[in-house]
């Protein structure tokens, strides 16, 4: 069965600091991941998925086959990354870790 | 596009009772998942449908069940409430199963008193 597991509930870090927010999953097969971020107020939205691999808002994640992580990076982080982010797998269900709330302090 | 839309926003509901959420998926979107979240668990999968069949079901007890009609829209039926049962439950269209991003709904807030 396929399984995320993001071991940060919470992660704080400065503005301009770098971030990281880990995923790490197992899955038999070749699994399709995203990240979904969820802004206070705002609706659960995709924010990026390995298979495009593109950098979106600076933020990066590399699908690491042999660690099974997918985790997010962007280099400096900004106030306005402050927001719970979901890692998620996808091959019929699309699937979920328990996510990671990120602030970032001025 | 309209977006997915849940309805209603906002329910209280007392222990036993049951309750019924709906949610319209984006148009052309023929799969419809439900999801609990809650500040302790995260985002919990509740079950999947596609083309009105049950695709995939989480982890619930019975008395979480779901149906789709033939215009893909879904509702979510939960019976004999229980004070746990307060979270806020989304739904997420996709156009297909595989592969294919996930459009969320704004989510309708249930409390159990």
């Known amino acids: 069965a396929q399984r995320v597991t993001q071991p940060e509930k919470l992660l704080s870090v400065f503005k301009g600091a770098p971030v990281e927010l880990k995923c790490n999953y197992s899955y038999s097969g070749s699994p399709e991941l995203f990240w979904y971020v969820q802004y206070s107020r705002q609706r659960l939205q995709l924010l990026l998925r390995?298979?495009s691999r593109e950098s979106i808002k600076g933020f990066t994640a590399d699908l690491n086959k042999g660690e099974t992580s997918f985790h997010l990076k962007k280099p400096f982080a900004q106030e306005e990354d402050s927001a719970m982010y979901y890692c998620?797998?996808?091959?019929?269900?699309?699937?979920f870790g328990q996510g990671t709330i990120l602030t970032v302090h001025p | 596009k309209a977006g997915v839309t849940q309805t209603p926003r906002y329910l209280i509901k007392t222990r036993g009772q049951q309750v019924t959420l709906s949610c319209s998926p984006i148009s052309g979107h023929r799969s419809v998942s439900w999801y609990q979240q809650t500040p302790g668990q995260g985002l919990q999968f509740l079950f999947e449908y596609f083309s009105e069949t049950q695709r995939n079901k989480g982890n619930f007890p019975g008395r979480f069940s779901g149906r789709q009609f033939s215009n893909s829209r879904s509702e979510m039926n939960v019976s004999t409430l229980e004070l746990g049962d307060s979270a806020l439950y989304l739904c997420a269209s996709r156009i297909g199963q595989v592969y294919a991003e996930a459009f969320f709904g704004q989510g309708t807030r249930l409390t159990v008193v």
């Open positions: 998620g797998t996808s091959y019929g269900k699309l699937t």
């Open positions: 390995h298979i």
